[in-house]
């Protein structure tokens, strides 16, 4: 079992992790050509990234995220918003094709939240 202490540095590092990889695609059209070459190597790949954020948003929903203790619904938002603009990219669309049966999880308890 996973002490609370552990979920509070978790939720942390994530959160950090989701400002980050949100501040770069946010302010990716603005970045300069060398750098973009740079964080292209970087971000290359964002199809695990993907597949990873449907799971958290699958398990955070499963869990009923939108428990009024505020820390889990920040860490859920971006997670969305990060997959959100990831999935604007047409080529990670494909991988919700290829994943219904998450996508219809995902707006099965939608519905139910």
Do not use: M, W
Not at 52 to 58: F, G, K, R, S
């Amino acid at each position: 079992q996973v002490s609370q202490g552990d979920k509070v540095i978790k939720q942390s590092k994530l959160n950090a992790f989701l400002d980050t990889f949100q501040t770069v695609l946010v302010e990716y059209p603005t970045i300069s050509s060398q750098n973009r070459e740079h964080i292209d190597k970087i971000l290359k790949e964002c199809t695990d990234l993907v597949n990873v954020l449907l799971n958290q948003i699958l398990s955070y929903l499963e869990d009923e995220a939108t428990s009024p203790e505020g820390g889990v619904n920040q860490v859920f938002n971006k997670i969305i918003n990060v997959a959100e603009l990831i999935l604007r990219d047409e080529k990670y669309r494909e991988t919700l094709r290829d994943t219904p049966l998450v996508i219809n999880q995902v707006l099965s308890l939608l519905e139910k939240v």
